[in-house]
């Protein structure tokens, strides 16, 4: 529930459980209190009763399991890294949880879910029985909640310097001082498959498709790239993730089909002149707030050109943006102003949004926050 909608509060302090009614004193529903908070409650229940503690969480975890199971996820190995618990999605707002393997990894987003976090780890231990489970929660958000953030393993007696996982076959270890989000992109992973089905279609010359990711962080667009044959170009400016990357494609036997730079990924496109037959643009995010907005769609359209003008005629343009104040249609017009500033045509032929293990309830719409375009790039 917004600031703005709430009229007044009454004797109720940081972290409390509290009821909300409507202006007619009707029950709305009962969740945490944030005092300060552009979201000052987030609503975890709709009725009086229910007690919001272990088995309460124990029950929402349990719902969430069940969710990721309907999806395939968690059956078997082939993919054994996905997002788990999505905060509104699971109905448990200010919370997440990814599971790498048998190590889970948490992030507390408000006060009062920081508060219940004896009962968050004491449920997941008994639906889970992870071997750890690590805390990842930004520095930012729990400063703008006004608590301190655990650091490392907060359940769990090992001593766990890597996440361990595999996505759709592909194995992967990340070591824990990566520091963008809890350590990998769940929410790109379908993404990535089309990506490997488009890089692997059979180019102009027949020759392997080359590949351009630019932001690439530990490369996963550029493995299922060159999973599929392609010739990859993979390029972020932190050395830290170039390196993993390196490691990753090596450990995977992928590395012969790629290439790990440390650059601009502005600079490399700006060079590149028309070289790839597919060029993947995912930076990071642009609109961390709504007063944001207007500047990154200037960024987003400079992308936009740059990827234009670094993608062959006939090839594809992947343009995403993870920013919930840039909706599909402004990612749409930024792509248009800059393929207008490159002098070609974009012909968005795909649509993408964040996986199914990151849902959006119907009434949050802000949800949805990532969204891709692909693109085929023609002269005009």
């Known amino acids: 529930m917004y600031a703005q909608a709430i009229e007044r509060v009454e004797g ?38 229910t007690p919001i503690d272990t088995a309460f969480f124990r029950s929402r975890l ?17 993919t054994t890294g996905y997002r788990l618990v999505h ?9 997440i949880v990814d599971r790498f393997g048998d190590v889970l990894a948490v992030q507390f987003l408000t006060f009062g879910m920081k508060e219940r976090e004896a009962m968050v ?46 996505e759709r076959g592909l194995r992967w270890s990340i070591p824990l001082e990566i520091g963008q989000k809890t350590g990998f992109y769940f929410d790109q992973r379908e993404l990535r498959g089309r990506i490997e089905v488009l890089a ?20 996963a667009f550029g493995l299922a790239a060159a999973r599929a044959g392609a010739e990859v170009t993979s390029v972020d400016e932190s050395a830290l993730a170039i390196e993993i990357g390196a490691e990753n494609a090596r450990a995977n036997g992928l590395i012969d089909r790629m290439r790990f730079e440390r650059a601009d ?18 930076p990071p995010r642009l609109a961390p707030t709504r007063s944001a907005r207007e500047q990154a769609l200037v960024m987003y359209s400079k992308l936009a050109e740059l990827g234009c003008r670094a993608t062959k005629p006939g090839g594809l343009l992947v343009l995403c943006s993870c920013s919930a104040a840039v909706d599909l249609f402004a990612l749409t017009r930024a792509l248009a102003t800059g393929a207008v500033r490159a002098n070609v045509s974009a012909l968005v032929v795909e649509r993408a949004f964040q996986g199914a293990d990151h849902p959006v309830p119907a009434a949050f719409g802000e949800g949805l926050y990532l969204k891709a375009l692909v693109a085929r790039i023609e002269p005009r």
Do not use: C
């Open 12 to 49: 109720a302090t940081r972290g409390d459980e509290v009821k909300v009614l409507d202006p007619r004193g009707n029950f709305l529903g009962r969740g945490f209190y944030s005092s300060g908070s552009a979201i000052p409650v987030r609503l975890l229940v709709r009725d009086e009763t």
């Open 62 to 78: 349990e719902r969430a399991v069940a969710a990721r199971a309907q999806l395939g996820l968690g059956i078997g190995d082939e």
């Open 87 to 95: 905060a509104e999605g699971d109905q448990l707002p200010g919370l």
């Open 121 to 166: 780890l004491e449920a997941l231990g008994q639906v889970l029985q992870p071997r750890a489970i690590v805390d990842r929660t930004p520095s930012g958000s729990a400063k703008a909640e006004h608590f301190v953030p655990a650091s490392g393993v907060v359940r769990g007696s090992v001593d766990v310097n890597r996440f361990e996982f595999s």
């Open 200 to 219: 692997g279609t059979p180019s102009a010359d027949a020759k392997p498709k080359r590949v351009l990711d630019a932001y690439s962080y530990v490369g």
């Open 265 to 282: 990924a502005r600079r490399v496109m700006q060079d590149a002149h028309g070289a790839y037959d597919l060029t993947i643009v995912d």
